[in-house]
């Protein structure tokens, strides 16, 4: 097969204090012996992306120039934002963790996989065609979508690693803040399957409802004026001692150790100046709050640690076995425990519409947006 020729989305941050967004024309070599070229039909926008597309821009200051086939976005980007973007000064980056399409030509090694709907992972996946090492994608069943398979990597394995995580370091419950999202809702039942006692954090009644709707036990809102005293009840009750958390900034990851430490507490029979002796693990993973992380220091005793935590370290760490039965498991379960579901289905060039993109930057809970390179 001849070269492949099509439009990918780039992010490139400029020694001017802007940021922009362009679709360039990338031509695709013959794929080598173990390397594969899809056609991209879906690729979902999770919030991850949203963290290289647009990094530290202020997205209020965005321009649109350009054509209406090839629009330009330009941002501007806070002066006090760029020492911790200097290694992605002059670097066009290509943006999409995962997505799903038909493969088109492939190298000696995977030419069975030619006219195949695959999942696949990497990054570049905002573009019209990718290449990548066949390793990298997974074929979907006939049955199976590119829309529904193109999610199949970020936020499925990143919640069963959360069930892994739990059972390597020994802990019996989990709390995870943020909780109505897809991801959410898939650690709910993943939960639900697998007998594991799980706390929800959510910020309003709808999004509460949204978990008590697929079976979740353990709900705290935390804009109930007595959410403190509920999260503190549920966590001695679970005996949860491991959080996840999406927010980030603030002082809800506080809280939760706040819970844990008063949960202990209360079957505790000998004052410690240092607290209690239970262990509390406290995760974040995610950036909805971009502020400082507050915490009550003397509240939560001596006995805690808070760590960041992204998939592709702790791959490493669980080792190859482990990897493997999470992917097998995500792709069984891909349209029934790790379904997505999407708000709106956008083109590579509405993807850098104004409006569009302030929309998709919400990460409001049930507005996920999927990219159609082919539209």
Known sequence: MNDVTGLELRSIVNADCTLTLSLEEVVLSSPASDEIIVRVEAAPINPSDIGLLLSSAD?????????ADRPVATFSVPQGRMEALQTRIGVSMAVGNEGAGIVVDAGRDAKALIGKRVAMAGGGMYSQYRKLKQND????????????????????LTALAFVETMKMEGHKAIVHTAAASNLGQMLQKICLHDGIPLVNIV??????????DIGAAYVADSTDPDFTG???DMVAQTGATLAFDAIGGGTLGSQILEAMEHAANRTTTEFSRYGSSLFKQ????GALDLGPIVTNRMAIGFEWSVNGFLLGPFIKKAGSEVYAAMRQRALQEITTTFASHYSATISLREALDPDTLKSYCRRATGEKYLIDPTR
Do not use: C
């Open 282 to 285: 406290l995760y974040i993973y």
């Open 203 to 212: 910020r309003s009644a709808e999004q509460a409802q949204i978990l008590r």
């Open 59 to 67: 997205i209020r200051s965005v321009r649109l120039s350009g054509s």
């Open 230 to 232: 509920k999260l503190e």
């Open 137 to 156: 994608a997974v074929e979907l069943p006939e049955n199976v979508s590119s829309v529904a398979g193109a999610a199949m990597f970020v936020n499925p």
